[in-house]
Each structure stands twice: as C-alpha cells, then as structure tokens.
C-alpha cells in the first residue's frame, strides 16, 4: 500500500518539471515568478533534505548560497561570464566550500555542526562587507547591462536546475549511497564499525548538497540583477529550505518537492488574501506552518501515504466483506 503510494510520488519530479519548464514560455508575469520561486526553493529544500539525511543539520545554507552568488556576480563583473559559465562556476566553488566545511568540521554532529555552518554563513557575510574592492562591499554589485539574458532563459534554467536536482534526489535514493548516509545518521560510529568511512561520504553529501545550492544562487543573482552582503547570505534562504522539508516529509525523496509548492501557495495565498491588514499575512502563514507541523509530524508526504493505505485498506475491507455475502 505504502509502496503504491511513493510509486505515485515518484512522478511528481517528472511532472512538475514538464510544469515549470512549459510555464517558462507563458506570458504571465506572476504565475512565471511563482514557478521561479518554487524552482529555487525545490532545490535548496532537496539540498537541507540530503544533509538531513545523513545526519547533518544545517543552519548555514545561506553560506552555499552567498558564495554561488558572489562566484557567478563577480565572474560576470570581472571577466564577463556569461550565465552557464557563472552558474557552473559557481556549483564548482559551492562543491569545493562544502568540501573545506567537510574537512574542517570533522565529526561535529547534532547542534555543534549546525552551529558551524551559522557561524560559516555569518563569517563569510562579514568577509564580503570588509572587501570592498572586490565584492563591492555594503552597496553591492549590479549586472552588468550587456551580460542579461531574456527572463524566459532565466526561468528555464531555474526550472531545469529543480529537475537536474530533484532527478539527481531520486537516483541517490536509489543507490547504496543513501544507505549509508542513514547509516551515519543513526549511528555514526557503528556505521564506521561496518566499514564505513564517515569523512568520505561527508565530504560528498556536503559537495552535492552545497553545488546544488550555490547554483540556485547564482541563477537566482542574474534573476535579480543585484547582490548584496544581505541578500546573498539572508537566513530567509535557510529557514525557507527547513521549513519546506519538514512541510513536506523528511528524510523522503518527495517531501522537499512538496514542500516547497505548499510553501510558496501558502505564502502567496496569505499575501494575496490578507495583504492589505498590515502583519496579517505573515501571522496567517505562521499559524498555518505551526499547525501543519504539530499536526503531520511525518509532513504532508507521510499524510498522503496514509490517507493511501487507508483508502486501499478500506476497499479491500469492502471486498472481503462483499465475498463473505456472496458466499
């Protein structure tokens, strides 16, 4: 029964990516930023959901984030880059950072590792502010006007980045790899015991989930056209990605996908519905959040699937029930 249910979910990378990419080419402004919202969020939120899974608790992916941003911003401002070398250059700075962070934090786990990487996101935030010369210090850094791209290639690339990522989500799956990383977040040492080598499946959950990340930075930089020390390393970005994987389902391939579409409906639907009371909105969608978590612990994933296996329990009842008439 549980089995049907994730076979179902299964489509949903497929599906959505049909959806964001097709929405690219609709002449409707709003609706093609609410795609490119979810776009970005589906990833960072895969990106928490992987490091989670392994045990690796994050409070700093803003880090990844600021730094995929700064690589692309300051390649196209120094050297003209243009988009696909930026964002490649920018998974290849976020991948070799989440190597160092690998390295540095040795077996840090729990809160001590997750203190790390606010620290990191907080460190490299102050790093950008005292370099003037080369970020552009507190007022930033603008796009260079002959390097923008039409919004449609920024929507696609955003649309196909979720589905490289949430493609990529699916494959590890389905691979020894995310056993060992449940291994590790079970039991670190039993699982080094068996064999394991904890640093080297760190270093790659860490690589992966930080390229992933630091590439949704640099698209969503061109997006924007400006960046800042604020905006690259806000907590916004790593908030939203814990918020959308809980919402959604933890430790599950689905759950972040799902997550992140429910949170950016529940967000626009919040604004749109209540925007004109001043604080409404934002109250709303923190009761709801609440709620949702209080109330579906395993998250809206874990709800289908059980709402799935009650339905299918609840037909074969009625057939067995229909047979023992019949007899």
Not at 107 to 131: P, Q
């Amino acid at each position: 029964m549980r089995m049907q249910a994730s076979s179902l979910l299964r489509a949903i990378p497929a599906l959505l990516g049909l959806a964001l990419i097709a929405s690219a080419f609709v002449d409707m402004p709003q609706v093609n930023d609410w795609m490119f919202q979810i776009s970005m969020l589906i990833i960072v939120s895969v990106s928490w959901n992987l490091m989670a899974s392994a045990g690796l608790v994050s409070l700093g992916h803003a880090a990844f984030w600021g730094v995929g941003s700064y690589a692309s911003m300051i390649a196209a401002t120094r050297l003209g880059l243009p988009l696909v070398g930026g964002v490649v250059l920018a998974v290849a700075v976020g991948a070799l950072l989440g190597c160092v962070l690998a390295l540095a934090t040795g077996r840090l786990r729990g809160i001590f590792f997750a203190i790390c990487t606010l620290a990191l996101a907080e460190g490299l935030r102050v790093t950008t502010v005292m370099l003037p010369d080369q970020t552009g210090g507190a007022s930033g850094l603008y796009l260079p006007q002959a390097l923008q791209v039409p919004r449609t290639a920024l929507f696609v690339a955003g649309a196909v980045a979720a589905v490289i990522c949430a493609a990529a989500s699916v494959w590890l799956a389905r691979t020894s790899f995310s056993y060992a990383c449940r291994a590790m977040r079970n039991n670190e040492s039993a699982a080094q015991m068996l064999g394991l080598d904890p640093l080297r499946y760190r270093m790659a959950i860490l690589a992966i989930s930080a390229g992933m990340v630091a590439g949704a930075g640099a698209i969503s930089t061109w997006y924007g056209g400006y960046l800042d020390p604020d905006v690259a390393f806000s907590m916004h970005i790593t908030i939203e990605s814990q918020i959308a994987s809980i919402l959604g389902g933890m430790y599950t391939v689905a759950g972040p996908i799902v997550g992140a579409i429910a949170i950016v409906a529940l967000s626009e639907a919040t604004r749109l519905g209540l925007g004109a009371h001043e604080g409404a909105s934002q109250l709303a969608y923190g009761v709801v959040l609440v709620l949702g978590i209080l109330f579906m612990p395993r998250g809206l994933y874990g709800l289908w699937c059980d709402l799935w296996a009650g339905r299918i329990a609840g037909a074969g009842k009625a057939d067995d029930t229909a047979t023992e008439m019949a007899r």
